[in-house]
């Protein structure tokens, strides 16, 4: 029971520790204007700021302690990040009673050693904040190029135009990882004595068993735990962070599904249909295709609605002010479609991923008008839901894989005029329709059914 109460203690650690910056920072300015200005009310407040620094550090130091005895942690740096915490909370103790002690008001020198006090604090919290981060990020994290948090939007995954040019590795697995994982499993963080920053680090895995063992995905440690249930003590990530995202976890799975190959080219590896549009979403490969459209920046606090409300915003061209938004439901949260009329202007991606869609809604998804890119997957919408998509006229790809449209919906839909890529695999179109559309559009790609 105590242990249990320690390790949740400690689990606070990465909240605690901002409190002291906070409250440092603000010290030190009311310190600068107190030089200015010596007015009774400005010195209760630098008094009761180092107070509340003073305790915070405490706070800190000791949720870090007990969050340091969990392992996985470069020995150097940890005891370098843990007496600076340490110092760091015991020169806030002596400034706040510096400022406090009615002795110390017939010291001549209280203001050198005081100015002195607050100098060493500053410099260590900047010494100590970096052995923390070196310890999450790697000690080159400042230094390298980031990663963003979801792979397949950052430059590096951006500069691929075709799958002929991308490596299953290079390319799309490894950004994956280091979006993802790195940051709890690098040199100077070893979580579960494993390292994710390597091909060989990969598949040699961490003290359990092999990270990943190719070609078998149920016997791959790594593929196991970023599916297990999020509430599983083994799901990975862990502390909070991002879980992958569906297109992420399906290409780990398909990579290590075909051999784990350390330098392949995708084109070579024959993706199918289903798989190269998972490639195509994760590079953007259709970005290039909207860029001509501009429109004016969407409000911040529209934006801040949306991620508060659960949407991922991703900006696709910051020129011209284009906006991805996603949302997976996973089968038990539904969206507030509302607030997408508030970027209507800049929304031209939506993926709404099994998030409980009816029919009803859809009639809030038809008055977007910019759509060029439309993913409904796995939500259970008919044809009298489909039939109110007429409206978007600029759209060129439409995902209704696992939705209950029949064959009713490929004539209206397929009258789209931009519309080049439509799937409906695992809905209830049959073969005979989707042939017969084959005869009267051959501009428009029907994805109905995946080859083995």
């Given at each position: 029971m105590t242990a249990d109460i320690v390790n949740y203690f400690a689990r606070f650690h990465p909240l605690l520790v901002h409190l002291p910056i906070g409250f440092l920072c603000f010290a030190i300015l009311m310190e600068i204007l107190r030089v200015w200005k010596q007015e009774a009310a400005i010195l209760k407040i630098v008094s009761l700021l180092w107070l509340a620094t003073a305790i915070s550090s405490t706070l800190s130091a000791g949720s870090g302690y007990f969050l340091s005895q969990g392992g996985g942690y470069d020995n150097e740096i940890l005891v370098l990040h843990k007496y600076g915490g340490i110092g760091l909370a015991i020169l806030s103790w002596a400034i706040y009673l510096i400022h406090a002690l009615p002795v110390f008001e017939a010291v001549r020198i209280r203001g050198v050693l005081r100015f002195g006090l607050v100098s060493l604090t500053f410099l260590l919290l900047l010494f100590?904040?970096?052995?923390?981060?070196?310890?999450?990020?790697?000690?080159?994290?400042l230094t390298t190029s980031i990663v963003a948090e979801d792979a397949g939007n950052n430059t590096e995954t951006s500069r691929i135009k075709t799958l002929d040019s991308a490596d299953i590795f290079r390319d799309a697995a490894m950004p994956i990882f280091q979006a993802k994982c790195v940051s709890c499993h690098n040199p100077e963080k070893k979580k579960g004595e494993l390292l994710l920053t390597s091909y060989e680090e990969i598949l040699a895995g961490g003290k359990t068993r092999e990270g990943v063992i190719p070609g078998n995905t149920a016997a791959s440690e790594i593929y196991k735990r970023i599916t297990l249930p999020k509430d599983h003590k083994e799901f990975m990530p862990t502390d909070g962070k991002k879980p992958l995202t569906e297109t992420q976890t399906r290409i780990i799975e398909w990579w290590i599904e075909t051999g784990a190959h350390r330098k392949m080219s995708i084109a070579k590896m024959n993706p199918d249909k289903q798989i190269a549009d998972v490639f195509n979403d994760f590079f953007q490969l259709d970005r290039d295709a909207i860029l001509a459209y501009k429109a004016e920046p969407a409000s911040e606090n529209d934006l801040a609605a949306l991620i508060k409300a659960g949407f991922q915003v991703n900006a696709i061209s910051k020129s011209g002010n284009l906006l991805e938004v996603k949302f997976n439901g996973n089968g038990q949260n539904k969206p507030d479609l509302s607030l997408l009329a508030n970027i209507k202007d800049q929304l031209v991606w939506l993926h709404l991923t099994n998030c409980g869609l009816t029919n009803e809604d859809l009639k809030v998804i038809a008055k977007l008008p910019h759509l060029y890119k439309l993913n409904l997957n796995r939500n259970k919408v008919s044809d009298q839901g489909a039939s109110n998509l007429a409206s978007l006229t600029k759209l060129e790809y439409l995902n209704l894989y696992g939705t209950e449209v029949t064959d009713s919906s490929l004539q209206m839909l397929t009258s789209l005029p931009e519309l080049k890529k439509l799937y409906v695999w695992e809905t209830k179109v049959d073969s005979a329709g989707v042939a017969s559309?084959?005869?009267?559009?051959?501009?428009?790609?029907?994805v109905y059914r995946l080859l083995p």
């Open positions: 100590t904040g970096h052995w923390g981060g070196s310890m999450t990020h790697g000690t080159d994290y559309l084959a005869t009267k559009n051959k501009s428009l790609e029907v």
